[in-house]
């Protein structure tokens, strides 16, 4: 199959891991697998090796290609069920083509929604995870830098704006999360400390949650893309991204763990 695709022109990744080769079809209207999704994987399989509990269950807003369903289901026999969510038809096509191709039905179920609006009352799951939308700009602000720089992709615009503050979708999350977690259950998205506050940690522990973990990764800022350009809006709104030893700047990723008690 894998040939016959690739004899086709299909644009399709080969990634290994953990000794694992896994497929995934790319198309120019999806975002692959970023700096963000990659440190909440590493962090999400991190948890699970310590899991103890058989026939779990995972929903994942924003599932893109399906990257990160794909890899955790084939790791883990424990994980029953994934529902994974996004909001794009493009992403949803991608996706469920992904999950046929690393031979995932069973175990993944591919929805498409905004936020929590395809699960059901009744469904209930061990694990809810993201990486959402979280730059402090609204999208009127975004605009005069996507037309400044145009090789910026369009869909940024969608991906990457979480409002004034940057935790319009994060607060909604964990919001609503508390409906659709098992007792015990865990809500987890990864973000950046511009976007994370005390004040959204206090209102994260007010809705029921205990933050169980809240790891930590270093991100340069000349790895990024439209962080970067930003840099000078960010400065306005007030935050000063850190330096290193070498006066390297930089801001740090947080893995946000609440436990619904």
């Not at 529902?83 to 179920?109: F, G, P, Q, R, Y």
């Not at 090789?151 to 979480?162: D, L, Q, R």
């Amino acid at each position: 199959i894998i040939e016959k695709l690739k004899e086709h022109n299909s644009n399709i990744e080969e990634t290994a891991f953990d000794n694992n080769k896994y497929y995934f079809l790319l198309s120019d209207n999806v975002n692959k697998a970023d700096y963000y999704s990659d440190f909440l994987l590493d962090d999400l399989i991190q948890k699970l090796q310590k899991n103890t509990k058989k026939d779990i269950t995972l929903l994942e807003m924003g599932t893109g290609r399906g990257y990160m369903s794909i890899i955790l289901a084939s790791k883990f026999s424990e994980i029953k069920k994934i529902i994974s969510i996004d909001i794009d038809k493009d992403s949803i096509i991608l996706a469920k083509k992904n999950v046929w191709l690393n031979n995932l039905e069973e175990k993944i179920e591919i929805r498409q929604g905004n936020l929590f609006s395809s699960i059901k009352t009744t469904e209930k799951f061990d694990i809810i995870f993201a990486a959402l939308p979280q730059l402090p700009i609204t999208r009127k602000d975004l605009l005069p830098f996507l037309m400044k720089y145009k090789n910026i992709p369009s869909y940024h615009v969608t991906t990457s704006v979480g409002g004034k503050n940057g935790q319009i979708l994060i607060r909604k999350f964990f919001k609503l999360s508390v409906k659709y977690l098992v007792k015990g259950g865990l809500a987890v998205n990864v973000q950046a400390d511009f976007s994370f506050s005390e004040s959204l940690k206090k209102y994260i522990q007010s809705i029921g949650f205990e933050i169980f973990s809240l790891s930590k990764r270093k991100k340069f800022l000349n790895e990024t893309s439209l962080t970067k350009i930003l840099e000078e809006y960010f400065k306005e709104k007030g935050y000063i991204f850190k330096k290193d030893a070498i006066l390297n700047k930089y801001f740090n990723l947080l893995c946000v763990w609440g436990k619904y008690r």
